[in-house]
């Protein structure tokens, strides 16, 4: 009997497939001018996050006035706001930020943003005094609570002059002062 051998092919020549085609690198997404952003937005935010937890920073989204003292500089304010005629009617932001909500937010970002920036940097004055624009915001909502008493002080055009309210009434919110 005669066997038949298949051919048989050595290992070696197993091994010798075509190669296959090299699969192709992909590139990153980001460049590394996007890491580096990533990395500082990834700081910033640490940054923020801490400022605001030891800024006490939540407090400042409620309608407490004891939030005011989380500057001891506004302590004096707040002694004689309690001792005030508007201490059982008005709170801090009732008089000091507009009563639109938008302008409300607005008003409370600015206020924060420029309030924290100024004592961080010590750059504030002692005792602590009202800028232009917050005399303006102040003034508004003395004209809105008290629209029905000051209607024929107002003046004729819009945006017309009027003496403050707090020039012949400068106790009225702060007593004492």
Same mark, same amino acid.
């Given at each position: 009997? &005669? ?8 290992? %070696?020549e197993?091994?010798e497939?075509?190669?296959k ?11 590394q ?6 990395? #500082?937005?990834g700081?910033?935010a640490?940054?923020? %996050?801490?400022? #605001?937890?030891y ?6 989204? @409620?309608?407490?006035?004891?939030t005011?003292?989380n500057?001891?500089?506004m302590?004096e304010?707040?002694d004689?706001?309690q001792?005030? =005629?508007?201490?059982?009617?008005a709170?801090c932001?009732?008089c ?8 409300k937010?607005v %008003?409370? !970002?600015?206020?924060? #943003?420029?309030?924290s920036?100024? #004592?961080?940097?010590?750059?504030? $004055?002692?005792?602590?005094?009202? $800028?232009?624009r917050n005399?303006?915001?102040?003034q508004?909502t003395?004209? =809105?609570?008290? @629209?029905?008493f000051?209607h024929?002080?107002?003046?004729e &055009?819009?945006?017309g002059?009027m003496? @403050?309210?707090?020039?012949?009434h400068?106790?009225v919110?702060? !007593?004492?002062?």
């Amino acid at each position: 009997m &005669t066997s038949q051998h298949s051919p048989t092919k050595s290992s %070696t020549e197993a091994d010798e497939s075509p190669p296959k085609p090299a699969t192709p690198r992909r590139k990153l997404a980001f460049g590394q001018g996007s890491i580096i952003f990533v990395i #500082f937005l990834g700081m910033l935010a640490g940054v923020g %996050t801490f400022t #605001f937890g030891y800024g006490k920073g939540a407090s400042y989204l @409620s309608n407490n006035p004891q939030t005011c003292v989380n500057c001891h500089v506004m302590q004096e304010h707040l002694d004689s706001w309690q001792k005030s =005629s508007h201490h059982h009617v008005a709170v801090c932001n009732d008089c000091h930020l507009p009563h639109h909500p938008i302008g409300k937010w607005v %008003t409370k !970002a600015d206020n924060g #943003f420029f309030h924290s920036l100024a #004592f961080t940097l010590g750059d504030f $004055k002692n005792p602590i005094q009202i $800028k232009p624009r917050n005399k303006r915001v102040t003034q508004s909502t003395c004209v =809105s609570c008290h @629209s029905d008493f000051v209607h024929s002080m107002l003046p004729e &055009t819009r945006g017309g002059d009027m003496q @403050s309210c707090v020039h012949c009434h400068a106790s009225v919110g702060h !007593a004492g002062r």
